[in-house]
């Protein structure tokens, strides 16, 4: 029998994975974050251009939340989370990544709420060695979504203003971040005093504190009433349509996610006033292709790297991924949520 060059190193795992188990944190039937249940499963073995990566860190993210509430279309049970780990074996064709320290985003469930997830290898970022795990899985997705949203979304000009909401969460902290990277003047909203404290930290020129109701003429105010060249807007039905009311002419509304639930219509009017646009973007049409992906997350690394990135951490064990989940969606969260799975010198780093 002939193997492919580095398979044979992946055949005890692979025969070992049909008792093993791990532990995971598994949604069985949709529904609010108590249907997050943690325990044993069997340990997936990756196929043909995949690899298993034993998970370090899990991004808590919205993307988990629409997938455990059935928003995004998913086969029951799953097994929700992104973002870093150490490859520990490969399919064929995918043996090149043994051993490597990865994160990875990609389309589905993801998987990472467990001690191993299976990943295909095309959708596997690689880190360099001045990049901790912790911190690329406190970045990737949410630096992914800040860099194509400020760079790639609203044509803008250096000293524009735009608005920021939520700016001292996890996606909010970096959308400012890069915004001021680009030289852009940006004004944050935020719920209470303490996280205004961390939007500034950020980088936020101006920040408005607001249960989110009236946030428009405070912007008027700010701008000497003309508005802002571009909204970046994650909450959704609760600040969408107030948003065009400081939207300046030929201004951009960017509504990348919904918090508060997707806005009920939209009166195309609202547009019209002034020549302003709308786009709902997705992270995962920017980031189609394989190069593209890398591309645009070696940019956000090497931001890391310069420590250009200030980041922003809370840390929970796997065990609490239900109430990591809760904490998000209520919005009590600063930064960037992350479970703890396995601690990065635990992990075998070949």
């Not at 608005?163 to 852009?184: E, S």
């Not at 500034?200 to 989110?212: K, P, R, T, W």
């Not at 970046?232 to 639930?261: E, H, K, W």
Request: net charge neutral; charged share 20%.
């Amino acid at each position: 029998m002939t193997f492919r060059a580095g398979l044979l190193l992946t055949l005890p795992l692979l025969a070992v994975a049909e008792t093993a188990e791990m532990l995971a944190g598994v949604v069985q039937e949709h529904g609010d974050s108590g249907v997050i249940k943690v325990m044993r499963q069997p340990l997936p073995s990756p196929g043909p251009g995949e690899v298993q990566v034993q998970i370090a860190y899990a991004g808590v993210n919205f993307i988990d939340i629409y997938f455990r509430e059935g928003t995004y279309a998913s086969t029951l049970p799953l097994v929700p989370g992104l973002e870093g780990g150490v490859v520990q074996s490969a399919g064929p064709g995918a043996e090149v990544w043994l051993g490597r320290r990865v994160a990875f985003v990609h389309k589905g469930a993801g998987g990472a709420y467990a001690e191993f997830a299976i990943v295909p290898a095309a959708r596997l970022v690689p880190l360099g060695s001045e990049v901790e795990l912790r911190d690329a899985a406190a970045v990737l997705l949410q630096g992914l979504t800040a860099q194509y949203l400020v760079d790639d979304t609203i044509r803008l000009q250096r000293n524009d203003t735009v608005l920021v909401h939520a700016g001292a969460g996890g996606t909010g902290r970096l959308i400012i971040q890069v915004a001021k990277l680009r030289g852009l003047r940006v004004i944050a909203t935020v719920s209470c005093k303490e996280k205004a404290a961390v939007a500034q930290a950020a980088g936020a020129d101006e920040v408005i504190i607001s249960d989110y109701t009236t946030f428009a003429s405070e912007v008027l105010q700010m701008t000497q009433n003309k508005g802002v060249a571009a909204i970046y807007d994650g909450i959704g039905n609760m600040t969408f349509l107030q948003g065009f009311s400081c939207l300046q002419p030929r201004g951009g509304m960017v509504l990348f996610g919904a918090s508060s639930g997707f806005p009920r219509s939209v009166n195309l009017d609202v547009l019209a006033k002034g020549s302003k646009s709308l786009v709902r973007p997705t992270l995962f049409d920017f980031i189609a292709q394989d190069a593209e992906l890398r591309t645009r997350a070696a940019m956000v690394m090497g931001w890391v790297q310069a420590k250009q990135l200030k980041l922003q951490t809370t840390i929970l064990p796997l065990s609490d991924a239900a109430e990591a989940q809760r904490r998000l969606q209520s919005r009590e969260t600063t930064g960037k949520l992350l479970l703890e799975v396995r601690r990065p010198e635990a992990s075998s780093e070949l």
